[in-house]
């Protein structure tokens, strides 16, 4: 069963075809300096953002799956489905697809901040400290989330996952990786943030 859930059918190949047109990239872009792709990389993730948006759920739910399946310890960190031991439990469980959900979210934002990356760090920055709030929480514990997540966004895409694509996913979302951990390390003597209802790769449903 794994990630193949029903729901990840509804996306479609051509529209996300006609985002990659050549004649529809800008004849000027730059990128900031700051940003660890380059304008044309950044054009093709946003564009390939795009069919990852229309499958938020089930891609979340399939990296949450891959996650357990690689990292099964960390389980027990989510009170609402730590019971949920099976993939078949995991996939239709309400509460993880809530969850996944929310983490998608928090990637999304992120992603679509690319064009701003002030507002880039300063999002996932507190992102990244609020997770000082959940016990035993450790800094590396976001890098286990990077494999799950190429994993799912493969099984979103399909043939679409051309190498070029995974290239430019892993050098995305190692950047947001490196940026939440900047947020989580910074806060390590400071105050938790005020919104806590802000929710991210690891954090406790």
């Not at 190949?13 to 047109?21: C, T």
């Not at 390939?48 to 099964?72: D, N, Q, Y």
């Not at 960190?77 to 730590?82: A, I, L, N």
Request: hydrophobic share 35%; with cysteine.
């Amino acid at each position: 069963m794994g990630c193949q859930l029903g729901k990840l059918s509804g996306v479609s190949k051509g529209e996300d075809g006609q985002a990659f047109a050549p004649n529809e990239m800008p004849k000027q872009a730059k990128t900031d300096s700051r940003l660890p792709l380059t304008a044309k990389q950044k054009y093709s993730m946003l564009a390939s953002w795009k069919g990852i948006s229309r499958a938020m759920e089930p891609t979340g739910v399939c990296m949450f799956i891959k996650l357990f399946e690689e990292h099964a310890d960390l389980l027990n960190m989510f009170t609402k489905f730590k019971e949920m031991k099976t993939k078949e439990q995991q996939a239709k469980s309400e509460e993880l697809a809530e969850h996944a959900n929310k983490v998608m979210e928090t990637l999304d934002e992120g992603i679509r901040s690319l064009d701003d990356l002030d507002a880039f760090f300063e999002y996932l920055h507190q992102v990244g400290s609020s997770h000082r709030r959940i016990p035993n929480f450790k800094a590396d514990y976001f890098w286990k989330i990077e494999k799950p997540f190429l994993s799912a966004v493969e099984t979103t895409l399909g043939d679409r996952y051309t190498p070029n694509v995974e290239g430019i996913y892993k050098l995305t979302i190692k950047f947001i990786i490196e940026t939440l951990i900047t947020g989580f390390n910074k806060s390590a003597n400071s105050a938790a943030p005020a919104n806590s209802d802000t929710v991210n790769v690891n954090t406790k449903s």
